[in-house]
T-cell receptor, first 112, second 113 residues
Framework: DTEVTQTPKHLVMGMTNKKSLKCEQHMGHRAMYWYKQKAKKPPELMFVYSYEKLSINESVPSRFSPECPNSSLLNLHLHALQPEDSALYLC???????????FGEGSRLTVL | GENVEQHPSTLSVQEGDSAVIKCTYSDSASNYFPWYKQELGKGPQLIIDIRSNVGEKKDQRIAVTLNKTAKHFSLHITETQPEDSAVYFCAASYSFGNEKLTFGTGTRLTIIP
């Protein structure tokens, strides 16, 4: 199994809503990542988890809250988002930090 | 920090012809250079990578060349096929074990049947 699975594929939320994005991998990878991708732009790193501990937070606003419940799961909790946060949110994993990245198909988020 | 420039931003080639995408990087300490392909509605997928101790790497129709002196690297796709149509991103990092991968701005490649 070489897949990274993200749910939901599409999410529309208001600025006062609380929602979560979920990511799952069963490749035994110990590093997991959240990236944000705006249209026609490259992915931008948000967070890195290594062995279930947060190792990188790229100065992401606190309205984005990551969580790594176990080595296979990664969540991104969303609260009080702004319309400019609308984007494709990509989860990725790698065997170790900095290794080959395996990306999921992304969750397309629209904030109204 | 590292800065990666990528050209061209769009590229159209006839099916069967070759396509070349070029990237330059700013930090001479970078030594790992992967290339990702992103198809419509999908996440990026690694297609080939190269480390600084190698000047060229080939995998079937895809090859990457690296010139560390000039700080640029290129992706070459030969005998292009319609399924090669996608957005391609180059990237660079200080080392294979470094989580901070800097992406180029992307090239939208269109293969004309």
């Amino acid at each position: 199994d070489t897949e990274v699975t993200q749910t939901p594929k599409h999410l529309v939320m208001g600025m006062t809503n609380k929602k979560s994005l979920k990511c799952e991998q069963h490749m035994g990878h110990r590093a997991m990542y959240w990236y944000k991708q705006k249209a026609k732009k490259p992915p931008e790193l948000m967070f890195v988890y290594s062995y279930e501990k947060l190792s990188i937070n790229e100065s992401v606003p606190s309205r984005f809250s990551p969580e790594c419940p176990n080595s296979s799961l990664l969540n991104l909790h969303l609260h009080a988002l702004q319309p400019e946060d609308s984007a494709l949110y990509l989860c990725a994993s790698s065997q170790v930090v900095g290794g080959e990245l395996f990306f999921g198909e992304g969750s397309r988020l629209t904030v109204l | 920090g590292e800065n990666v420039e990528q050209h061209p931003s769009t590229l159209s080639v006839q099916e069967g012809d070759s396509a070349v995408i070029k990237c330059t990087y700013s930090d001479s300490a970078s030594n790992y250079f992967p290339w990702y392909k992103q198809e419509l509605g999908k996440g990026p997928q690694l297609i080939i990578d190269i480390r600084s101790n190698v000047g060229e790497k080939k995998d079937q129709r895809i090859a990457v060349t690296l010139n560390k002196t000039a700080k640029h690297f290129s992706l070459h796709i030969t005998e292009t096929q319609p399924e090669d149509s996608a957005v391609y991103f180059c990237a660079a990092s200080y080392s294979f074990g470094n989580e901070k991968l800097t992406f180029g701005t992307g090239t939208r490649l269109t293969i004309i049947p």
